[in-house]
């Protein structure tokens, strides 16, 4: 069993206690984000650090969306 801490950009996102380690190119899913695993880092024998790329969600576009459904009058 491992403990395993999923880290993007300095920030801990995730840290579980698992059987197997994610190895580097998995796709993943943290809080209902996708992303993929860049790097996995073993500090002890238990302790593993991964680091993580999640995809980025541009606000813009369901900003956009929004208003065509707004009343005008």
Known sequence: M???????????????????????????SIKGRKGKVVTVESVDDKHIHVQVALKTIDKTKLAALDNSKKKKK
């Open 2 to 28: 491992f403990v395993i801490s999923f880290i993007e950009n300095r920030t801990v996102l995730l840290c579980q206690f698992r059987k197997q380690a994610p190895s580097e190119g998995d796709a993943i």
